[in-house]
């Protein structure tokens, strides 16, 4: 009997111990109540004009009781945004714009222990749907013969003030190195041509005219590319007068006056990465810089009011940095401001302010420096310069605007962005859009509007490129 009590003895503890042990491996933390565990769901991807989401709390778990409460909050991403239910289980998220939100989710159980987990919400433009020429009107452009030029070139600066038209330096011969000085003025009065000429010549200058002064700023000419040269002409007088800008530039994608004041937005040069305004008091003929909040080129420049808007640009080539930035110029006080920012990042837009509302149209919204190839856009965004709210239509097709055509000219009551032989006439009292279409076999190199008229500049039948051998008034 000893034995067997012995023996029962042993067992009967071998058997306590064991449940023991397998009681701690089934539960090491039976005693202990463990937080909850939040899933806010799978990140999402929306297309404009969808501007909401549906979030739920469904994946989020708790083992040692229940989840009590919930809370969504806004991490990250634009302001605009409503959590229809932050407190809820199940809920939507409406208002979205462009961007990426991060959006928290905090799930609270009955012993009051939490957990967090967090859902991006990205929200993507809507696609851009260029207008094309099927849905729009066409009309075609009829050419006036009105005089042939004395002197046929390439690449010629065309420009105008008072009751003159000029055709300015230029290239006789596109495959090598002969610039031109030539300058020839075309005077509507007299219906007469007479010829100036650059201090240096050169082709592909920009230009911009405030009152009856001309500028012919930069450029390319033989063994130079980008010049501080600038002609000024004065159409009062007829006469000429030479000035230098503060530092080089090939090109002048924008500028913009204010008063007697010429704002040039320079950019262009190899290694030299903007973030400046050449600034010309044509009260004193005296130059100044101003800096721009970054260091940008290819900045497209508004003038409303007293104030430049300076928009987009693109910063530290050969990296595809585009800006969206809006920054302004208060001329008067010689302080800066900055607005809403574009829609998207963009650089070389044309720009015109009519009626209260800036129209910021096409340009460049990607690079690839390596392959040289660049991407377009069609949209147009219309900035009411007073609430700041925009709104949006689309050329024909996707382009972008350097030198005198990223100036659009308002003409009776329409706005004209002048692209290869082809007009997109935005008409802003009923929003509809035509295209203008040149006859065939015409180049046009250039569109300008003189004394209310609009001229063409351009060659017929040209075998090579844009020509400006004739000048036609335009009719449509």
């Not at 701690?24 to 989401?53: F, H, R, Y």
């Not at 289980?89 to 928290?104: D, F, P, R, S």
């Not at 008409?427 to 209310?452: E, K, Y």
Request: include cysteine; hydrophobic fraction near 35%; glycine fraction near 8%.
């Amino acid at each position: 009997m000893k034995k067997v009590t012995g023996f029962l003895f042993i067992t009967i503890s071998i058997s306590i111990a064991l449940f023991n042990s397998c009681k701690k491996d089934i539960c090491k933390d039976c005693d202990m109540n463990q937080p909850p565990v939040a899933s806010a769901g799978n990140d999402q991807t929306i297309i404009l004009p969808t501007d909401s989401v549906y979030l739920n709390t469904a994946s989020s778990t708790d083992h040692h009781g229940a989840i009590v409460t919930y809370q969504w909050t806004k991490i990250s991403g634009p302001d605009s945004i409503t959590i229809v239910n932050p407190t809820g289980a199940q809920t939507w998220v409406t208002h979205l714009e462009e961007g990426t939100y991060i959006i928290e989710l905090q799930v609270t159980d009955s012993a009051g222990l939490s957990s967090k987990d967090t859902v991006q919400v990205t929200v993507q433009p809507t696609p851009i749907v260029c207008g094309g020429t099927l849905n729009r009107a066409t009309i075609t452009i009829k050419l006036i013969p009105v005089a042939a030029s004395p002197t046929p070139r390439y690449g010629t600066t065309t420009a105008t003030a008072g009751n003159k038209l000029l055709l300015a330096g230029g290239n006789t011969d596109p495959g090598s190195n002969s610039y031109s000085s030539n300058v020839d003025i075309y005077d509507f009065g007299t219906q007469t041509w007479s010829t100036g000429h650059l201090s240096t010549a050169r082709s592909d200058m920009s230009v911009a005219t405030a009152g009856n002064k001309i500028f012919f700023v930069g450029g390319v000419g033989s063994g130079f590319y980008g010049t501080t040269r600038v002609d000024i002409y004065d159409a009062s007088t007829n006469t000429w007068s030479l000035s230098d800008l503060p530092s080089p530039a090939s090109v002048v994608y924008s500028y913009a006056v204010v008063g007697n004041k010429v704002f040039f937005a320079t950019g262009g040069n190899p290694g030299v990465y903007g973030g400046k305004v050449d600034v010309y008091d044509t009260s004193t003929g005296l130059w100044s810089e101003i800096g721009l909040p970054e260091q940008v080129q290819f900045v497209t420049a508004t003038t409303v009011g007293n104030k430049v808007y300076f928009a987009g640009g693109l910063v530290n080539p050969p990296a595809n940095n585009i800006l969206s930035v809006v920054n302004i110029y208060d001329n008067a006080t010689g302080t800066w401001s900055t607005t809403s920012p574009l829609s998207q990042p963009t650089e070389a837009m044309a720009s015109i302010y009519v009626n209260g509302k800036i129209y910021w149209a096409g340009g460049i919204i990607g690079n690839d420096f390596v392959n040289d190839r660049s991407t377009y856009t069609c949209k147009v965004e219309i900035r009411d310069a007073t609430t700041g709210s925009s709104s949006f239509t689309n050329l024909s097709a996707p382009s972008y605007f350097a030198g005198s055509n990223s100036k659009p000219i308002y003409y009776y009551n329409k706005i004209i962005f002048q692209s290869w032989n082809y007009f997109d006439i935005y008409d802003p009292q009923s929003s509809t859009w035509s295209i203008g279409q040149f006859p065939q076999n015409v180049s046009i190199a250039s569109v300008i509007l003189v004394n209310n008229a609009l001229y063409a500049i351009g060659c017929n039948a040209c075998s090579y490129a844009p020509l400006s051998d004739q000048i036609w008034k335009l009719q449509f």
